[in-house]
């Protein structure tokens, strides 16, 4: 199983900083949002990983490679010697670029080489789910079982419908049920107004895929945006009866596609950690209860 992440975009909401910074190598607390990825791929068995990229972001790969250099410096700091050499223990890491970013099925047409005729994982570049509440080894497994599509769903406030891809579903087959909360995908809308939205369940940001999808991106024309969605690809499958089935995940996802989002999974993980969490938690307490709290 490979896994494929498509990174080639220009992040346009946090520039200036991503003028030169990948939106993927922003850090939360010690560690980019690209290797947050990676260790989620690492964790489900997954050790080929292909980059999508663009113009200047090297930055990525380079993240993932030795640096002799720094690691001699680093020879009796065991602990920090041990998390620079991470990376590059976590996968095989490959790219691809994409010379212009024409949407997601746009992108992940670019993998077709790489992948081959085998099944493999979409991985997109700005979120991440907690590796104690995995969701990527019950979708390899239902892919396995179905041959099919899988993706993976959350609920979204009726409202949110028009960020997303949402799905209209059906119960699936009771002998899934050993996998999670399984539905059978019955449709597919790109970006719905939420009074034409199927549902509330939105297409998160991991898929596995058959490689028929390739063929399929080849002949999906430009939807939503002007640009060549993968969602659309997935319809066109769907519709001439590839089966196509989800998870609902309701573990800790952590979006950091948009600004806010960014600073709140910031914020959480650094609650969370052990060397830092408690003294963070206390000072964010008395921060949020200050005068200077309140005022922003």
């Known amino acids: 199983m490979k896994a494929v992440i498509p990174a080639a975009?220009?992040?346009?909401?946090?520039?200036?900083?991503?003028?030169?910074?990948?939106?993927?190598?922003?850090?939360?607390?010690?560690?980019?949002?690209?290797?947050?990825?990676?260790?989620?791929?690492?964790q489900a068995g997954i050790d080929d990983v292909l980059l999508i990229t663009g113009r200047g972001k090297t930055a990525m790969v380079d993240h993932f490679d030795r640096r002799p250099d720094l690691e001699t410096r680093l020879a009796e700091k065991p602990e920090l010697l041990a998390a620079v050499r991470r990376p590059e223990q976590l996968a095989q890491i490959y790219t691809c670029r994409q010379?212009?970013?024409?949407?997601?099925?746009?992108?992940?047409?670019?993998?077709?080489?790489?992948?081959?005729?085998?099944?493999?994982?979409?991985?997109?570049?700005?979120?991440?789910?907690?590796?104690?509440?995995?969701?990527?080894?019950?979708?390899?497994?239902?892919?396995?079982?179905?041959?099919?599509?899988?993706?993976?769903?959350?609920?979204?406030?009726?409202?949110?419908?028009?960020?997303?891809?949402?799905?209209?579903?059906?119960?699936?087959?009771?002998?899934?049920?050993?996998?999670?909360?399984?539905?059978e995908v019955t449709g597919l809308v790109e970006k719905p107004k939420p009074e034409d939205a199927p549902s509330n369940l939105a297409v998160l940001g991991r898929y596995v895929l058959p490689s028929a999808i390739f063929e399929a991106i080849g002949r999906t024309g430009k939807g939503s945006g002007g640009e060549i969605q993968l969602t659309d690809a997935m319809g066109l499958l769907l519709k001439e009866g590839m089966?196509?089935?989800?998870?609902?995940?309701?573990g800790t996802r952590y979006d950091t596609g948009m600004p806010l989002g960014y600073l709140q999974t910031v914020v959480q993980l650094a609650c969370e950690r052990e060397d830092l969490g408690a003294e963070f938690r206390q000072w964010l307490g008395e921060f949020v209860a200050s005068d200077a709290g309140r005022r922003t």
């Not at 089966?243 to 309701?250: D, E």
């Open 9 to 42: 975009g220009l992040a346009t909401r946090f520039l200036p900083a991503t003028k030169v910074v990948p939106k993927e190598l922003l850090p939360v607390v010690d560690r980019p949002v690209l290797q947050y990825i990676v260790e989620e791929a690492a």
């Open 243 to 250: 089966p196509v089935h989800a998870i609902v995940y309701r």
């Open 99 to 183: 010379p212009e970013q024409l949407g997601l099925g746009h992108a992940v047409g670019y993998a077709g080489t790489h992948v081959g005729d085998q099944p493999f994982a979409v991985m997109l570049g700005d979120e991440f789910v907690s590796l104690s509440e995995p969701l990527l080894p019950a979708m390899l497994d239902l892919q396995a079982r179905t041959g099919g599509i899988v993706l993976a769903f959350a609920e979204v406030p009726l409202e949110e419908t028009k960020r997303y891809g949402i799905a209209s579903v059906a119960p699936a087959d009771r002998s899934l049920a050993d996998l999670g909360e399984v539905v």
